[in-house]
């Protein structure tokens, strides 16, 4: 899901950000298919800020609170890219009038929107893990997931309650 790799270009867990600088961020989004879009050092921190409040949202999908920053975020971004729908035979769509770094980002979020519409949205979460942050998509049946892993950011935190718990108790 490409919201997803979005999200994922900083593991919060590593510190490593595969669009850590303008260039990066440009590359990325042409690989992608979002268009040539350079960025300066204004615009990179845009598209940062968009990430981390698209970050935000997914962990409200995992019971975390919802900011109305993340939010404000978004809409931002919406009106400089000025997404306006688009209809034609296969339906609506959203697409960006303005062009550059606008239209990429205003194409990211058109991607956001579409997956609130189809529902697909509540289920990309971000791990409950403070330390990872690790955006997924919850497959589960019932929608319960909480962890990117559970080998990993799961087990984590039941080593964690079960070290609080013995630490908690009495000794004999």
Same mark, same amino acid.
């Given at each position: 899901?490409?919201?997803?790799?979005?999200?994922?270009?900083?593991?919060? #867990? %590593?510190?490593?950000?595969?669009?850590?600088?303008? +260039?990066?961020?440009?590359?990325?989004?042409? /690989? $992608? =298919? &979002?268009? @040539?879009?350079?960025?300066?050092?204004?615009?990179?921190?845009?598209?940062?800020?968009?990430?981390?409040?698209?970050?935000?949202?997914?962990?409200?999908?995992?019971?975390?609170?919802?900011?109305?920053?993340?939010?404000?975020?978004?809409?931002?971004?919406?009106? #400089? %890219?000025?997404?306006?729908?688009?209809?034609?035979? +296969?339906?609506?769509?959203?697409?960006?009038? /303005? $062009? =550059? &770094?606008? @239209?990429?980002?205003?194409?990211?979020?058109?991607?956001?929107?579409?997956?609130?519409?189809?529902?697909?949205?509540?289920?990309?979460?971000?791990?409950?893990?403070?330390?990872?942050?690790?955006?997924?998509?919850?497959?589960?049946?019932?929608?319960?997931?909480?962890?990117?892993?559970?080998?990993?950011?799961?087990?984590? +935190?039941?080593?964690?309650?079960?070290?609080?718990?013995?630490?908690?108790?009495?000794?004999?």
């Amino acid at each position: 899901m490409l919201i997803q790799r979005f999200i994922n270009t900083l593991d919060v #867990e %590593a510190v490593a950000d595969e669009i850590g600088t303008p +260039a990066q961020l440009a590359a990325w989004l042409r /690989a $992608e =298919g &979002l268009g @040539a879009a350079e960025a300066g050092a204004e615009g990179h921190a845009r598209a940062l800020a968009l990430r981390e409040a698209l970050r935000g949202l997914a962990l409200a999908n995992n019971g975390g609170a919802q900011y109305p920053l993340d939010l404000g975020t978004l809409n931002r971004v919406a009106a #400089e %890219a000025r997404l306006r729908p688009r209809f034609g035979r +296969a339906g609506v769509r959203l697409e960006p009038e /303005a $062009e =550059g &770094l606008d @239209a990429a980002l205003g194409r990211l979020l058109a991607t956001v929107y579409q997956a609130m519409g189809d529902g697909t949205w509540e289920r990309l979460k971000a791990c409950a893990m403070h330390d990872c942050r690790f955006v997924f998509y919850d497959e589960s049946k019932n929608s319960t997931r909480t962890w990117c892993s559970m080998r990993v950011c799961g087990n984590r +935190a039941k080593v964690r309650r079960f070290r609080e718990k013995a630490a908690a108790s009495p000794r004999q």
